[in-house]
Every structure is written in structure tokens, then in C-alpha cells.
């Protein structure tokens, strides 16, 4: 059987304009995401690697062109329309994790399924289970101060899957983590979405990101310019997250 297209996007252009200056930031791409496939984008600053990205989101609305989202086409869609759509299909994975500060781990990730029309009880079992998946089962009630950037990027990787979404779209979700931390979040990243069946969009920098691709494309002024088809899998075999330890018991009095 074919594996499913995900997000089809044809001939896509995003103009910007402020006061005098217009920036043609996409000029025409075309791309293909296939159902639970890890694709990277990579390509320089400026590239409209985001403008890509938050339109796919549906953060964004392009100037011309198309994108189809599970068989539907976005681009006349209504506002409501987009924001369900968005809710149910997509979960998002930022540079900087864009946890809510006062609400802990498990909160973070019950709250979008929640929002989304889920009971308490099944919601709160669903993030539990999302977070153990990304290690961080001794981490529930921690807030997002209280871990570690690489934790957070987990946090944020359980929000971005918990809903059972298509697509899973992530801005830069390295950039601020150092390169062993960065590796980690990538593995957990693909790892959790290949158990949801969710594709996965990166766009980065990163070449650790770019190295772990099953399929690369290069952004340059606004149009993708390289693509590789399938790479070799040996770089990615499935090994099991490692947990984060248990916390060490809070004290005050040193050990002698
Ligand atoms: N809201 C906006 N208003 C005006 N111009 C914008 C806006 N957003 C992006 N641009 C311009 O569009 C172009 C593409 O920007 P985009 O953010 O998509 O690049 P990028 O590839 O993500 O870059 P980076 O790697 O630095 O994140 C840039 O020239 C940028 O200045
Ligand atoms: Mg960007």
C-alpha cells in the first residue's frame, strides 16, 4: 500500500510587506510529506525556513499557493477551521520550549488535551504516560524552571505528540542545547513520534539534527533547492529512551 501524503504543498509564496520594503520570503515551493516520515530542513539564516513552517502550522497564511493537510486543503479555511484543525492534527516543538511557567510537567502536557475536549481523568493518564515515554516519569511535578534545557525539550516533546497528531512541526528544537543534550532530544524526538505514527518536520541549523534525516532538503531564498530521497537507516536504530534518575532526597544536612 502507498503511505499516505500528509501535507502537500504546491507552489507556495509568502510575501511580506513593511511600509516600503517587500520581502519575498518563499517563491514557489513545492514539498511532500509522506505519513511518519523524519524530514529536515536545513538552510541559511533567512532562508524562510520559519515562514514555511508557520504557514504549514497554520500559524501563517501564504500569499499564493496551496497546502493540503490530511487530504484537506487549508487555504480558504476560516479561522475556527484552522484553530481545530491545528488542535487536532498538529503539535508544535519550539526552540525555546514555550512551556507555561506555573504549571508543571504533567500539567504542560494534560493542558493542550484538555483544551481539546478530554476528560480529566483520561487526560491526565494520556500526559503520564507521554512523559514516561520521554523519560521523565520522575520528573511529573517539576516546573519548567525546575528541569534541565534538555528536559524542557522533552516536556515539550510529550505536549507536541499527546494529542495524537499528524504532524509534528519543530523550529530550531536544538538551538539552545549543547551538542550531546541536542542528540539526545533529537533520538526522543523521532523515536516518540515513530511510535504515534506522526511524521516529523525539522527546520534547523543543526548538522546533528541534519545528520539524523531520513529525508533532507536545503532552503535557499525562499525555494527548496536540494532534497535527498531516502538515506540509510543505520544511524537511527530504535533504542530505548533513557530515563532521567530519580531526584536525589532533598536535605539539607551534607553526608560526612
Ligand atoms: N513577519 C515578518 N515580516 C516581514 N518580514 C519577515 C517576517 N518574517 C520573516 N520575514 C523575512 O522573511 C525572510 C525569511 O525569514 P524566515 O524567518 O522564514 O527565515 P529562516 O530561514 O527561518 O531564518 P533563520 O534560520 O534565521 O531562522 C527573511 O528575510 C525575513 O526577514
Ligand atoms: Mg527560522
Known amino acids: 500500500m502507498e503511505t499516505p501524503t500528509i501535507v502537500q504543498v504546491a507552489n507556495l509564496e509568502k510575501t511580506y510587506r513593511l511600509g516600503n520594503v517587500t520581502v519575498q520570503a518563499l517563491r514557489g515551493v513545492n514539498f511532500t510529506l509522506y505519513q511518519a516520515e523524519f524530514v529536515v530542513i536545513t538552510g541559511p539564516s533567512g532562508s524562510g525556513k520559519t515562514t514555511l513552517l508557520n504557514i504549514i502550522g497554520t500559524l501563517d497564511k501564504p500569499s499564493s499557493g496551496t497546502v493540503t493537510i490530511d487530504g484537506e486543503d487549508i487555504t480558504g479555511m476560516k479561522d475556527g477551521q484552522l484553530t481545530k484543525l491545528r488542535r487536532h492534527k498538529i503539535g508544535f516543538i519550539f526552540q525555546f520550549h514555550n512551556l507555561i511557567p506555573v504549571l508543571t510537567a504533567l500539567e504542560n502536557v494534560e493542558l493542550p488535551l484538555l483544551t481539546a475536549g478530554m476528560k480529566p481523568k483520561p487526560a491526565r493518564e494520556r500526559a503520564s504516560l507521554m512523559l514516561e515515554r520521554v523519560g521523565l516519569k520522575e520528573r511529573l511535578t517539576h ?36 551538542t550531546k543534550t541536542g542528540s539526545e532530544v533529537v533520538q526522543i524526538m523521532y523515536e516518540s513520534a515513530k511510535k504515534e505514527n506522526a511524521s516529523v518536520l525539522v527546520v534547523t541549523h543543526d548538522p546533528v539534527v541534519a545528520d539524523r534525516a531520513e529525508k533532507l532538503f536545503e532552503m535557499r531564498d525562499g525555494i527548496i533547492t536540494k532534497g535527498t530521497q531516502q538515506r540509510p537507516r543505520e544511524a537511527f536504530r530504535l533504542r530505548a529512551i533513557e530515563p532521567v534518575p530519580p531526584e536525589p532526597a532533598r536535605s539539607l544536612s551534607q553526608p560526612n
Do not use: F, M, W, Y
Open 143 to 178: 516546573l519548567p524552571d525546575e528541569l534541565s534545557g534538555g528536559e524542557q525539550q522533552r516536556v515539550a516533546i510529550a505536549r507536541a505528540l499527546a494529542n495524537h497528531p499528524k504532524i509534528i512541526l519543530a523550529d530550531e528544537p536544538t538551538g539552545d542545547l549543547d
